[in-house]
């Protein structure tokens, strides 16, 4: 049993939370009543071929679609049952989402990218302290365009952490990356686990990076079909793939 889960406070709650979608006649199930407790600080890593449901459950988990069926909860609030308005702002007060792709604005600078965000959340970080944390406090006022693929990664997930969100969700942040970058983007990840204590979820079809996590759950066909603990975390920079 790792540190993470001492405290057991759960902060996700998946209770046979399904997720199927209509396409003609065919009704594709996505997420097959999915039981699951993320909990407070704990570094989960989802594993699971193309196609096995992971991004449907992290974006039912983070608020950013609704279940056909069963139950997706953040502390005491129930997010299957909660109207556009509240996930909104469910979103915006405790989710932070990093992607595959980075999603950043062109036109703005790293800085005013990160801004946007800290603008319009209460006890936000500064921006320049969250480019800080993923290593990025030397490039505050580069754009995009001017950044390798790593570093604009690094900003996004700054966005992502600069609110000092309850929850971190990551659907494979190092899809589009190389070997050593991706680690350098990792890095940044553990850290703010560790650091800021923020509960993380990372999708992932690359098994090596397992060996970060606090727990391993494997996705198959819409099921989580198996769960592991770690007894120890790997730092990123011991992970060989
Ligand atoms: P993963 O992230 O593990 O690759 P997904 O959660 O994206 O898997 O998809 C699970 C299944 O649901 C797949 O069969 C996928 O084609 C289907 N699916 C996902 N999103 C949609 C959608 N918006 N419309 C129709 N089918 C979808
Ligand atoms: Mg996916």
Redesign the pocket.
């Known amino acids: 049993m790792t540190e993470a889960r001492h405290g057991r406070e759960r902060v996700l709650v998946a209770r046979g939370l399904s997720k199927s979608?209509r396409?003609g006649e065919v009704d594709?199930h996505?997420l097959r009543g999915v039981d699951l407790d993320v909990y407070r600080g704990e570094f989960v890593v989802l594993l699971?071929?193309?196609?096995?449901?992971?991004?449907?459950?992290l974006n039912l988990l983070g608020g950013l679609d609704t279940p056909t069926s069963g139950t997706a909860s953040f502390l005491d609030h129930d997010l299957s049952r909660a109207s556009e308005a509240e996930l909104t702002r469910f979103r915006r007060e405790h989710i932070g989402f990093v992607f595959q792709f980075y999603n950043l604005i062109p036109s703005l600078t790293a800085r005013e990218n990160v801004a946007l965000v800290t603008d319009i959340v209460a006890r936000a970080m500064d921006p320049a302290e969250a480019l800080g944390l993923v290593g990025m406090a030397h490039r505050v006022d580069h754009f995009p365009a001017q950044l390798s693929g790593g570093e604009q990664q690094r900003v996004a997930m700054a966005r992502a952490i600069a609110k000092r969100p309850d929850v971190l969700l990551c659907d494979e942040p190092t899809g589009a990356l190389d070997y050593e970058t991706g680690k350098i983007v990792l890095d940044a990840i553990a850290r703010i686990n560790q650091q800021l204590g923020t509960t993380t979820v990372v999708?992932t079809h690359n098994a090596a990076i397992a060996g970060m996590a606090d727990r391993v759950l494997r996705?198959a066909d819409?099921r989580i079909v198996a769960a592991e603990e770690n007894a120890h975390r790997l730092a990123p920079s011991e992970l060989r793939w």
């Open positions: 979608y396409i594709v996505a699971g071929a193309s196609g096995s449901g992971k991004s449907t459950l999708i996705m819409g």
